[in-house]
Structures are given as C-alpha cells and as structure tokens.
T-cell receptor, first 111, second 112 residues
Framework: AQTIHQWPVAEIKAVGSPLSLGCTIKGKSSPNLYWYWQATGGTLQQLFYSITVGQVESVVQLNLSASRPKDDQFILSTEKLLLSHSGFYLC??????????FGSGTRLTVL | QQNVQQSPESLIVPEGARTSLNCTFSDSASQYFWWYRQHSGKAPKALMSIFSNGEKEEGRFTIHLNKASLHFSLHIRDSQPSDSALYLCAVRGRNMGYKLTFGTGTSLLVDP
C-alpha cells in the first residue's frame, strides 16, 4: 500500500525567514505529485505539480518554489516568508484513477 | 480559467435529515467531478466521484451530475454528527492537464 508522509506537522516562523516543507511517498514509483495551499476554512489552491524527478511546473506565483530531488520526494520552499504564506500546506498524489490522495498536511503560521 | 462555486456556504441540519450540497462549474468541457470531505484540522479525503451524466449512490451518499446545466450535487441521507465537516467539490477539464480546481467549500454541521 502507498503511504504519503509530510513534515513537519506544524511550523511557526517569522516574516522574512526561510522555509522548507517536505513530502515523501512510499510504495509507488514515479508518482505525480502536487502541492496545495489552503487558507483557514478556505478552498484548496494548487501551487505546483511534478510528474518526474527534476521537473516541476508552477501553477500560481506565491513567492514559493518547489523541487523534486528524488522520485519519491517533493520539497516546497521559500527564502523569505510573508504573512500571506500562513495556512495549511498539503502534498498529494494520484494513481491512474485520477482521485487525489492527500498527506496529513503542514500547518504554517507566519508571525 | 475554470470557476467552481459551491452553495450554500454553510449549513446546519438536525441529525437524521437529508442534506444537499451544490457545485457549479464554468467549463463545459469538464470531464471529472469529485466531492471531498475535510474534518477540522485534517486533510481532505475523497468521498465520491462521477465521470458521466446521471446519478451515483454509495451508502448514504448520492452524487448527481448534469453537465448541460454545469451543475453537480451531493446528497446525504440520514445525516450523522460525524458528517460535520467542510465539503469541497473538485472539477477537472478535458484539456486542463494536471490542474484540479476546487470549489469554495460548504461547511456542514449536523446537530445531534
């Protein structure tokens, strides 16, 4: 069975500080991976997707970047956090059936 | 650019009631439709999907899709307190690649 793991579970960071969030998926080779962002109680906004190692497509510009250094790993980062970056970050993947499966998420608070 | 709207924004129903949630989309070429449920503080989880016009039932949940009306809905029979959550509809268009567009969400509270 495939498992998706996100880290850290939560972060409290200062404006202007750097950030790195991670996601790994086990049990599936060459998965399509996605990063989503959700403001509190709001809709899910797709940020990035990747279909293979070293390839990442940006969907929206939020002063964030993403990388796929390994087949099973997807990293979201920024060098300078903004207040508007606060929210819930979710990594996701989908098998051929199209349905998205989400990791447990990282709650980010920027102060 | 796909625009997906949900109604109502929030809903309170008594336990045992039938609940209806609505989702409208703007791209008539859309092909794939889902409902996701998100309990407070947790990640969203796919509830049901439908890929062709009509109705699909799974237990207490029914999806109805009408592509001509750009509308699909989720109906919950015998609503339970455990159904209290944020419900998000999601749509993918025929030529939208890997982009899934989520709706604005409906917050449901089932009052025991």
């Amino acid at each position: 069975a495939q498992t998706i793991h996100q880290w850290p579970v939560a972060e409290i960071k200062a404006v202007g500080s750097p950030l790195s969030l991670g996601c790994t998926i086990k049990g599936k080779s060459s998965p399509n991976l996605y990063w989503y962002w959700q403001a509190t109680g709001g809709t899910l906004q797709q940020l990035f997707y990747s279909i293979t190692v070293g390839q990442v497509e940006s969907v929206v510009q939020l002063n964030l970047s993403a990388s796929r250094p390994k087949d099973d790993q997807f990293i979201l980062s920024t060098e300078k956090l903004l207040l508007s970056h606060s929210g819930f970050y979710l990594c996701a993947w989908h098998p051929s059936a199209e349905t998205l499966y989400f990791g447990s998420g990282t709650r980010l608070t920027v102060l | 650019q796909q625009n997906v709207q949900q109604s109502p924004e929030s809903l309170i129903v008594p336990e045992g009631a039938r609940t209806s949630l609505n989702c409208t989309f703007s791209d008539s070429a859309s092909q794939y439709f889902w409902w996701y449920r998100q309990h407070s503080g947790k990640a969203p989880k796919a509830l049901m999907s439908i890929f062709s016009n009509g109705e699909k039932e799974e237990g207490r949940f029914t999806i109805h899709l009408n592509k001509a009306s750009l509308h699909f809905s989720l109906h919950i029979r015998d609503s339970q307190p455990s159904d209290s959550a944020l419900y998000l509809c999601a749509v993918r268009g025929r030529n939208m690649g890997y982009k899934l567009t989520f709706g604005t969400g409906t917050s449901l509270l089932v009052d025991p």
